[in-house]
């Protein structure tokens, strides 16, 4: 359930997110059968399913028919991307009703939609027409479906309703939640959480992806844009420091969430457990340095993105603001110190540009000046995190070094990373 931002006239000043390349793209699931939908459970909730290929030509009755009892839309093409064409107030089978449009992606869009059945709001994630999109989303749907068996109070996950396949597009309906924690950050003015929440959502973030791991799933796209706040509630404080940042909206105050309660979304490009998955993974700014050198992943990756996202919660900016893979390594060795070079010597084919005589290429092969300076004004890790943490740095420090340890497997594991003091001292005593 991935949900990209909605364009607005807010500046994004982080870098815009790489396109999804053809080598990123995600394991073949079991191919979804086309359909116009017929009616199937999942638990006790009823779902649509494909059942028929539907016909091509609008003027089909079974269509016609519906249109006319006002059970749904009338028959339109999709958008030259593959997107689904609506319009506000219309039906989305005769079951649901378009309320608004949440989001907007590469996979599709998320429509607000009312339940006439359940009688509430609902997100429904409409997948585009586009065959590699539909194949991630029936992954999802396979995901989430064995999630939601073993998450059985839904406090970790996402929750699916049901899911349907609708004039060729894969629907998913979960549960409405609140904005994600990068929507939060953005229409706050980048300005950092406080560091008492930045440990009540890491807590629960890697109680997540413990659940996963022990079920031998791996997430692999872990980032604030999929970690969504419960509720959109937020409560007004004074902030002072924010001034400089923001001093158009005459803001002395900034947002705090009312609740820490967070879960996880999009598990379009989840994978069980397997030997040897090299294919790139993880959107960029997460993205751990096995994937970029290609020695091969498993569940550390999902670890170093959560090294990450502590530390953008707690600064307000994402660690890792870079397009290109050796800037990225650079930039890591700047902030994190020199990397192995065991790791650097077993670079694979695609990598092995970015090594020269046993260490990275830097700044010799950089493709700019503007390159070398973005690297150069970067901090040490425990630098940065004492410029935006009052109390409890030492704690985190030594947590997030833990969590983006170069090797994968010298990385603490969820399970560890949760004993760690960070989470478990008193900090009422401090």
């Known amino acids: 359930m991935e949900m990209e931002r909605v364009t607005e006239l807010t500046i994004d000043r982080r870098p815009r997110k790489r396109p999804r390349l053809g080598w990123d793209a995600v394991p073949q699931a ?7 939908f017929y009616v199937q459970e999942i638990g006790n909730v009823t779902s649509y399913a494909p ?25 339109r093409g999709d958008d030259k991307d593959g997107h689904y064409v609506f319009e506000l107030g219309e039906n989305l089978t005769s079951r649901y009703k378009i309320h608004s449009k949440m989001g907007e992606g590469t996979f599709g869009q998320v429509l607000e939609c009312w339940d006439r059945e359940r009688k509430e709001m609902v997100a ?26 073993h998450d059985k109070g839904g406090n970790r996950c996402v929750q699916i309703r049901n899911w349907f396949d609708y004039r060729n597009h894969i629907c998913i309906v979960f549960e409405k939640l609140g904005p994600s924690l990068y929507d939060f950050l953005r229409k706050n003015n980048y300005r950092s959480f406080p560091i008492d929440l930045v440990r009540e959502i890491g807590r629960q973030l890697l109680e997540c ?11 692999t796209d872990l980032k604030p844009e999929n970690i969504l706040l419960v509720s959109p509630e937020y409560i007004k404080v004074p902030d002072y420091k924010g001034l400089s940042r923001s001093p158009k909206d005459g803001s002395y105050y900034k947002r705090i969430p009312k609740s820490s309660a967070i879960k996880v979304i999009d598990f379009g490009s989840t994978t069980y457990e397997k030997k040897d998955q090299s294919y790139i993974v993880s959107t960029r700014h997460y993205r751990a340095p096995e994937v970029i050198l290609g020695l091969g992943w498993s569940y550390p990756c999902d670890i170093w993105s959560v090294g990450c996202i502590l530390v953008e919660l707690c600064s307000g900016e994402a660690l890792f603001q870079t397009h290109e893979n050796l800037e990225h390594l650079a930039m890591m060795e700047r902030v994190l110190g020199p990397m192995p070079q065991h790791m650097l010597k077993r670079a694979g084919r695609s990598a092995e540009k970015y090594v020269r005589r046993g260490r990275l290429d830097w700044p010799e092969g950089a493709t700019s000046r503007d ?13 940065l995190i004492m410029q935006h943490v009052d109390h409890s740095a030492g704690d985190l420090i030594h947590l997030v070094q ?22 478990t001292r008193d900090h009422l005593r401090r």
């Open 30 to 36: 079991p191919k979804a059968q086309l359909g116009f």
């Open 51 to 75: 059942s028929r290929t539907p016909s091509d030509n609008p003027s089909s009755l079974f269509v016609k028919s519906l249109a006319r009892n006002g059970s749904a839309a009338p028959w």
């Open 371 to 383: 390159s070398i300076k973005a690297v150069l004004k970067l901090h040490r890790l425990q630098n």
């Open 402 to 423: 833990g969590l983006l340890r170069y090797d994968p497997s010298d990385r603490l594991l969820a399970r560890e990373a949760l004993r760690h003091p960070f989470f």
């Open 124 to 149: 429904i994630k409409i997948v585009r027409g586009v065959k590699k999109y539909r194949d991630a989303a029936m992954i999802e749907v396979d995901v989430l479906q064995q999630l939601g068996k």
């Open 209 to 219: 992806v413990a659940f996963m791991h022990d079920l031998h799933l791996i997430h």
